[in-house]
């Protein structure tokens, strides 16, 4: 399977001119097989010294194949305890050659973040070869890491190549695979928090880029028995759909259409400022949050409709209760910057309030929590803090803080402007 890419691009209703940097992708058993022939006379001519950075896991999945069938140098790190972080970074700086003109990214969502980091900050592209269906940042443009303790989205690049190879991802450990189901899903409040905060701010919105997304979602709950038995066929529908989760945000320009509140919780969650660490992947603790923020958006509609809810004040941030939890690992300073300026400043409290019944008109079109927690344990994935590795006792304090994590408008920083009477 080959995706058109050129169906994405070009001017659009919403005004602009969609973009993309990615020029190929290709998703099919075998797909790693055609990197010689992209060396020897396609898309990848033009470089002579290649790097692969993988892990000693996605070593034996794919990378070791890679390097049978291309000259490389090749770093792999120690899978445990590896993070997308400046350690990370630094592992592979450390190691790499002043002549690396290319990153080949084999692996998943850590491997591609800091393969991506590095490329940007490099200036030179890279290749991804997923390991595993298990995130939506392959094709991103931005790369999601934990700098000094803190969660930075810094600019990145996107791959120039994408090779999706069946005979890999959909042979990997179905707890990535269920991952990657759970960061999809993710996408329902992500949606909503971005049409909402249009709505209160008139942010920029593309209802074809929203599209996306809900086609890529609504094709992978179409199939969710066939992808957790491990169908080749079901498993390429699950991978073209976080591929197309990723295209979306390059159509955007940002992480808006695939981030939102729920995302917030697991970034939260990395930064360990309220909970110990915990090994739940990415996707585990977005599904998780995902089913937090749906509760929380079912209790405000409610609400909303009912006449039991109304605007208030804003009084500015928590300083008092950021100071006593991210003051107390030295991340202060950074999540004060990250807030400046505050997002909720851009919201009229009078135009909020007239809108207050069309916001519970957004909420009101998600699927309820209970319907996706049944759908998600369905699929074996993760549907609570104790899945996600984090003390359920910490539940209101994380609705609480996360909208901080990022200077981004969501329906739960929303919220801090709201009263329920």
Wanted: with cysteine.
């Amino acid at each position: 399977m080959k995706i058109d890419l050129q169906s994405f691009t070009g001017p659009c209703a919403c005004g602009r001119e969609h973009r993309l940097d990615v020029k190929e992708i290709s998703i099919e058993a075998g797909a790693i097989l055609r990197l010689p022939d992209l060396f020897r006379d396609g898309l990848l001519e033009p470089y002579g010294c290649p790097l692969v950075i993988c892990d000693r896991n996605t070593y034996e999945a794919a990378g070791r194949k890679v390097l049978e069938l291309i000259k490389a140098d090749c770093i792999c790190l120690p899978p445990e305890g590896l993070h997308a972080d400046n350690r990370a970074v630094f592992a592979v700086k450390s190691q790499m050659s002043g002549d690396t003109d290319l990153i080949l990214a084999v692996g998943s969502g850590t491997v591609h973040d800091v393969s991506r980091y590095l490329a940007g900050e490099c200036g030179i592209p890279f290749v991804s070869i997923p390991t595993a269906a298990s995130v939506d940042g392959f094709v991103s443009t931005v790369a999601a890491m934990t700098w000094n303790g803190l969660k930075i989205t810094f600019p990145a690049v996107a791959p120039i190549a994408v090779l999706a190879d069946t005979s890999v991802f959909a042979a990997a450990p179905y707890r990535l695979t269920a991952s990657g189901i759970s960061d999809l899903m993710g996408k329902y409040t992500a949606l909503a928090d971005w049409k909402v905060s249009h709505l209160v701010t008139g942010e920029y919105f593309c209802e074809q880029i929203c599209g996306l997304e809900y086609r890529a979602v609504e094709a992978v709950r179409e199939c969710l028995p066939d992808i957790k038995d491990g169908k080749p066929e079901a498993c390429e529908k699950l991978m073209y759909a976080l591929l197309l989760s990723g295209l979306a945000m390059q159509m955007a320009g940002n992480s808006r259409p695939a981030s939102g509140a729920e995302h917030h919780v697991s970034h939260l969650w990395e930064m360990e400022v309220i909970n110990p660490h915990t090994d739940a992947y990415h996707g585990e603790k977005v599904s998780a949050g995902l089913i937090m923020c749906l509760k929380e958006y079912e209790r405000m509609k409610d609400a909303i409709q009912s006449g039991h809810c109304g605007v208030k004040g804003y009084a500015g941030p928590e300083l008092e209760l950021l100071r006593s939890t991210f003051g107390e690992k030295g991340l202060l300073d950074g999540i004060l910057k990250e807030n400046t300026p505050d997002p909720l400043l851009e919201v009229d409290a009078d135009r909020l309030k007239r809108v207050l019944p069309e916001i519970a008109g957004i909420w009101a079109e998600l699927p309820s929590s209970q319907e996706v927690k049944h759908m998600l344990t369905k699929a074996g994935c993760v549907t609570d803090m104790e899945g996600a590795g984090v003390d359920p006792a910490l539940r209101q304090l994380t609705l609480t803080l996360s909208p901080y994590v990022r200077s981004r408008l969501t329906g739960m920083r929303l919220g801090k402007m709201l009263k329920m009477e």
